[in-house]
């Protein structure tokens, strides 16, 4: 399993970015696909999180409403689009994966608690937003 993100970059408050998460070795049927973000002196959180055998998609509660994850399975590539971004958006964001079959258990948890059920971590992608 490798996970390559990529997407990152310098924006203003209230712009956008697509963020890309390049799958290979796996199934995508057989597992979900999560984004997680780590700003400075932070702990990594859970951002979001599809699962693409259906469709499924999850959100924390701090970004519901501006960011949108989405699955072209074809490219074995997950998405995030994220929009109306605020400074405490900066972080390194990190894109994972969990087997399909837990990922309700997972969602049911916080979002601080989310990494603990992903594996196969890819290198991160920094985005910086600006005042």
């Known amino acids: 399993v490798q996970l390559q993100a990529s997407g990152g970059g310098l924006v203003q408050a209230g712009g956008s970015l697509r963020l890309s998460c390049a799958a290979s070795?796996?199934?995508?049927?057989?597992?979900?696909i999560g984004w997680f973000r780590q700003a400075p002196g932070k702990e990594r959180e859970g951002v979001s999180c599809?699962?693409?055998?259906?469709?499924?998609?999850y959100y924390a509660d701090s970004v519901k409403g501006r960011f949108t994850i989405s699955a072209d399975n074809a490219k074995n590539t997950v998405y995030l689009q994220m929009s109306s971004l605020k400074p405490e958006d900066t972080a390194v964001y990190y894109c994972?994966?969990?087997?399909?079959?837990?990922?309700?258990?997972?969602?049911?948890?916080?979002?601080?608690?989310?990494?603990?059920?992903?594996?196969?971590w890819g290198q991160g992608t920094q985005v910086t937003v600006s005042s």
């Open positions: 599809v699962r693409s055998n259906d469709d499924s998609t």
């Open positions: 994972a994966v969990a087997r399909s079959e837990i990922v309700e258990l997972i969602m049911a948890t916080t979002p601080n608690a989310w990494p603990t059920w992903f594996g196969s």
């Open positions: 070795g796996f199934s995508f049927d057989d597992y979900a």
